[in-house]
Structure formats: structure tokens, C-alpha cells
């Protein structure tokens, strides 16, 4: 990764970076790539963010396809120019707002495209001018000779543009570009003086009600013209559909620069404008470029890995930064916030969050923060309750203040009763239990006016579950109907387990019974789950390896045979015992894909056998050899897939980022343990990829993970003590790590079968 920096900037690194951590190594953000997940199908953007910060500013090289959710592709030659906000890592596109693109004389209105750069505003450029680290982005817009510099704040962005020696010096500040394209019926622009511009955008995408006001300040004078579309208008402001301003510069001096601060805010300009005063009061861009280094460096030195592998340290910080990019700040400096009712409230005492895409996050990266960063993820759950008190339910993916209904399950209560059945319980725990079996009943009554997609959001399927026992796929639902229930049945768990700590007993048996329900869609002749009609049949055909069957969600009948996390015992003794699901287990990693048409399957990836590491339903699957006996198979396959599936290069992530959950996953099984079951508070042992690790524990304890003879070729654990002690079960709990101390582990090159106490006899 190249480091061509600023004079400014180096020197104000040279003397951050003078300081190491534990092994000499240098910083922690020295071995973050932000371009890995850039290429593939990753969907991550390499532009300067904060840890949750508000401001993602990054630079647009697409805007249209399932690749360009990022907006940022690393195979892509020019770019569009540089946006405010973007998403990390989903599946779906919107954002890409307030966009910004230096140019130098007189150019059309219009973007152009990747193919014919020449025929708009965009550049071209090469990865050979281009950097980027934590907190700053800089690429050399070749087309223009133009040098683009970006960092940001928690709530504002910072650009620098060197500009050519000759030439007009302009700016296009284009309220039109959205990643994905979604509509906008209004945005608007004002030229407050000769320095200052503000405006908002109003979008109608993935987020229904999507509101982005901006405020910047630029270092030099500049006459504005103000366009609707192509169009010029006269004034001072403007409302429109599409609305842009060009701005040129005079009297640039000898350094040829202009620097612009933005703030932005989903409450109004004046929010912007404070967000911009409070983070950025002076004109000193290697400032602002050092603050959110050490706000980085803070975040990433949670944890120190030892090692002398420098690839693979990238690897494990990139998957760390990627980690902390999301759910992110939606609250402005004043306390002011927008609500799921779209009500403009302000509270001094409260910090508002969005993007909580908790179908893919409750799996690990939810778990992460319970270790590395309680307070935080705290912080999280007091907002999905607030967001349940503000909309009447709990969102399962929420989204700029909307309830966009994506994706299944109600794991904003897995969120929840993970970190509550852990002892994390800064939040009111009776409207928590109240929020979570809000979420399990059909119930449509008490939902905000301005919720979209109620049929999502609420879907019938939820009442099917409660009344049938099972979701008929020939009945209204929305999603799979496997793949919803096994998800419901695992979320009422969740659910009986909270209650039953609170002594409300009558509700743990009800919750408990419901989380039997995965059992009503196994089928003995196939060993899989398979759809059901009302009248209790099977689906005909059935084919266990098509995605598109409709009763399962982003995956296959071989990849949601495995979701009962709550209940291994059960699903073992359903699938007609130990020997029976182990053969079933190893043919699900040894049994290829086959597809007619292997395009119409893009969520199936990352690939052993049926196992998909590139989607989430997958990801806890190589931990069931653990609990029947065979865990030295979940130690080769978790060596395999760190080994297969993560690596440094643009391409380095099997499948979508999904807003840390790939990443999380990999930070916790190079720790040496995994998150199988969130709600039940133990980690499973896997295959630890590091000589050392220290977790620094936000209460002031450490937990050190040592690991001897390691090596690529010893992916098998030999012994493994915990203070001491061996471990009987290849497990350890969350009290064992926050209390500090140490999980040693031996490695070597043979599986050691007998190194765990037998949980089953022969056959059971």
C-alpha cells in the first residue's frame, strides 16, 4: 500500500508513528488496507470515515449494478468525484450524497460514464497516484492534473485540491448523483456569500425518506452559477429536482489550493453548520488528517496481535477498522436528531445511531463489540430501543431513520439479549423485554405513519409461526419460509432465555416451546428443512441446491439445514443422531454446487462444498463439530477458510463486507473463538491465528491469547489451558474473558481426537 504523502501531513506522522506497539512493528493503522474489499463483491469504499462517524467522504467510480453499492470500485479507471456518505459492505446500494468534483475550465454538466470519461465531469486515474489510510484519501485526477485530499471529522468532511498552474480553477458540487439512482423529488442549494454554500437533498431509495443538508465553508472567494439539471438559473438558491452549483476561484495564490469544510446533518442547515464549527474550526487539513489517525489508532489498539507475518497483521487490522465503520452516529453536535417518525427532538443525553443491519451484524460483529466495546454497543441497544419507542417496533434493518424492512428475522432482539444475558445492561432491561416480544407478535396497530414496507416490516409470517407452528410457503410472507422460521424459532429463544433470567416464567415456556418450532420443517427422507404447505405436504420438486426455491433466504436447502444454534442437542437427535448428522455435516463441506446458471446464485460464495463462507447463514456452521465430538474438523475448516477466503488485495473478502459481519468474524477467530450462539453467553474454540493476542478489556483488564508452535501447517490444537486449567469443552465464556487472563494454546500438525471430553456416547 502506498504512503506518498503531503510535507504537512508527513511531518505530523513522522511523529505520530515514532511510537509502537508490544513488537516494533509500528502503528496499528500502518497495517490497515482500506482498499481490500474494494474489488469483488465486497462493497466497502475507501474514503476517509471516522470510527462510526456520520461523514463517509469517499470517492464515486460507479454509481449503477449490484458492485457499485460502495461507489467505489478498484477495477474502475475514472471517478464521478466525491460524496459525503456511503454504506460499507451492503448488498444494496443508497447513499453516495452531496457530491463534490474539482475540474479545471469550462466542462459539461454531466458525469459521463467509465467507458467515455470524455464525454463529462469525470477523471480518469491510476492506482499508482493514489493513497489511502485511515481517516485520508488521495488519488491525482489525471484529467484535470488536479490533486484531490480528503479526512473528516465524526460529522464533517475536509477536502484539498492543488490545482494546475494554469487554467481555470472550478468546482462542481452536483446534488444529483445517488448510488443506485434513487429518486429525488426536491433538493435544493444556496450561496450563502462568496465562501459559503449550503442545501439539502431529499431522497426516495432502500431508506424511503432519506433528508442530507450540508454546510461548506471554502478557503478562497468564488463567484457561483446556480443549474436545474443543465439548465442556468439566476439568484442566489434554488429548488428543484436536480439541482447543481459551479464554482470558480480566482486568486488561488502560489500553492494553487482551496480547501473546503462540510458539515452535514439529517436535521437541517443550521445542524450542518454547528456540526462543521464544533469539529473543524480551523483551516488545518493535517490536523484534522492526525486527529482521526489517533481516533483510529485508539479504536484498532482494543487489540495487539503479535506476529511475524505482515500480511497477516494487515488482514486482521483491516477486518478490525472495517469492524468500526458501522452502525454510525446520527445525532448533531446541539443533541438534535431526526426520530422514526421523522420528528425533529433534541436530547443532550443521547446519541442516535443508524445503518443497523442486524440479520448480518447479530452474529458477530454485535458479540465483537460486547468484548472490545461495551459501552458502545450499549449505546446501540439504548437506540434500537428508543427507534421502538418512536416507531412501535424494533427495526431489523434501519436505515436513515426508515424501517426498510430488509432481510428476515427479528435480530435486533438477538442484538439485545446477547449483550443482556452477557451482564451488559446500561439500558431499561423491562422495555427491552417488552421491545423483543413486541417483535414476535403479529400485530400491525401502534406502527409510525411513516412506515414503508409494513408487510416487511410486519409480515404475516410471524402470526403463521405463532398459530401454525410452521410459515406455509403457499401463504402471504415475505422472504423464505424455512429460512424464516428456523430464524424466529432461534429470536424466540432469545426471547424465553430473557425471560426466564427476569423470573417470568410463564413467558420462558411459551418462548421455549416456540423455539422448538425449527423441528416442523425437517424432513427425514432428504436430512434437510424443506418448505411446507398449509396442508402440512412437502414442496415438490425439491431440489436442495437451488437458491431460488423460495423457502429459503440468500442460500439452499444444504446451507439453512444448520440454523438452530439454541438447540444442537435437538438437531442432532432430529437428524436421527451423533453418526448420522456428522455424515450429513461432512457432506455438506465436500458436496460441490451445481448449478444450470451459476450467475443467478451471487450470495453463494466463498465456497467448501455447500458451505458459502460469503454469506452470513453459513457463518456459524463449522463450529457444530465442536459440540458432537469432532473438533478438530471445525479447527481445518476455520483454517481453511481464514486462509482461503481473506487476504490483502482489493479482491480480499468472499462475498459482501455487510457492514462488519465478515470482518468481525475473522477478528474473532484469529483471536482463537467464535460467537456460534449469540444470547448464550460462550464462545466456541476454532483454530487462533496469532503467536500472541491481547484483548484490552474496556475494564481495565487484559485477556492474552498465546499460541505455541504456530504455523500454517499446525492448524490443529494439541493442548489449550485457560489460566492454567485445560479446558474439558471446547468452549470458554464471556465472564472468563472479561474477568482477564490467559487461553494458551498448543498447536501441531495431526488432529488430537481425544483432546476434549466426550459429550456423546456411541450413537446418541
Partial sequence: ???????????????????????????YIDYVNVFIGTGGHGHTFPGATMPHGMVQLSPDTRLLGWDACGGYYFDDSSIHGFSHTHLSGTGIGDYGDILFMPVVGKTPLVAGTDENPDEGYRSRFSHEQEQAYPGYYQVKLLDYDINAELTSTMRAGMHRYTYPQSGDANLIID????????????????????????GMKYTKGWAANHYVYFYAVFSKPFTAQLYSA?????????????????????????????????????????????????????????????????????ELGRIDVQTKDDN???????????????????????????????????NKDYTNYTIFSTWDTFRALHPLNTIINPSIN??????????????????????????????IGYHAVSVIADAYMKGQRDYD??????????????????????????????????????????????????????????????????????????????????????????????????????????????????DPMDPHVGDYTEGNAWQWAWFAPQDVD??????????????????????PLVLEDPSTALDITGLIGQYAHGNEPSHHIPFLYNYVDEAWKTQEMVDSIMYTYYFNDPNGLSGNEDCGQMSAWYVLNALGFYSFCPGNPVYAIGRPMFDEATIKLENGNKFVVKVKDNSKKNKYIQSVKLNGEPLSFPEITHAAIEAGGELEFVMGPEPKKDLFAPRYAENK
Fill in 312 to 346: 497477516e497483521r494487515t488482514i486482521f487490522y483491516t477486518a478490525l477498522y472495517h469492524s468500526a465503520i458501522s452502525p454510525c452516529v446520527a445525532s448533531d453536535v446541539d443533541g438534535r436528531y431526526r426520530t422514526m417518525d421523522h420528528q425533529i427532538v433534541e
Fill in 570 to 591: 435437538g438437531l442432532v437427535a432430529l437428524m436421527g443422531g451423533k453418526d448420522k448428522f456428522t455424515a450429513q455435516l461432512d457432506r455438506m463441506f465436500t458436496l
Fill in 175 to 198: 446534488m444529483d448523483p445517488t448510488i443506485h439512482g434513487h429518486r429525488h423529488p426536491v433538493t435544493e442549494i444556496t450561496v450563502v456569500n462568496d465562501t459559503t454554500i449550503s
Fill in 1 to 27: 500500500m502506498k504512503k506518498l504523502f503531503t510535507l504537512g501531513t508527513l511531518c505530523l506522522l513522522l511523529t505520530f508513528f515514532t511510537s509502537c506497539n508490544n513488537d516494533g512493528k509500528g502503528k
Fill in 230 to 298: 443543465e439548465n442556468p438559473v439566476e439568484g442566489n438558491s434554488i429548488v428543484a429536482d436536480t439541482t447543481k452549483v459551479v464554482l470558480t476561484f480566482k486568486d488561488l495564490g502560489a500553492d494553487r489550493q482551496v480547501l473546503a469544510k462540510v458539515g452535514i446533518s439529517s436535521v437541517d442547515v443550521d445542524g450542518a453548520r454547528k456540526n462543521l464549527e464544533a469539529e473543524i474550526p480551523a483551516w488545518d487539513f493535517d490536523q484534522v488528517v492526525a486527529d482521526a489517525g489517533k481516533a483510529w489508532e485508539d
Fill in 429 to 542: 432491561i423491562n422495555k427491552a423485554l417488552e421491545a423483543c416480544i413486541r417483535s414476535s407478535v403479529y400485530d400491525t396497530t401502534g406502527l409510525t405513519k411513516m412506515l414503508v414496507n409494513k408487510g416487511r416490516v410486519m409480515p404475516t409470517s410471524i402470526k403463521s409461526k405463532n398459530e401454525l407452528g410452521y410459515i406455509p410457503f403457499d401463504k402471504p410472507r415475505t422472504g423464505g419460509s424455512v429460512a424464516q422460521g428456523m430464524e424466529f424459532a432461534y429470536n424466540d429463544w432469545l426471547i424465553g432465555q430473557m425471560a426466564k433470567d427476569q423470573g417470568k416464567n410463564d413467558i420462558y415456556e411459551k418462548y421455549q416451546a416456540l423455539s422448538q418450532n425449527y423441528k416442523n420443517y425437517y424432513d427425514d427422507s432428504t436430512g434437510l428443512m424443506r418448505g411446507r404447505k398449509a396442508d402440512g405436504s412437502w414442496r415438490q420438486p425439491f
Fill in 378 to 407: 450499549q449505546e446501540f441497544i439504548r437506540a434500537l430501543l428508543n427507534k421502538y419507542d418512536e416507531g412501535g417496533i424494533l427495526p431489523k434493518w434501519e436505515l436513515a431513520s426508515n424501517y426498510t424492512g430488509t432481510m
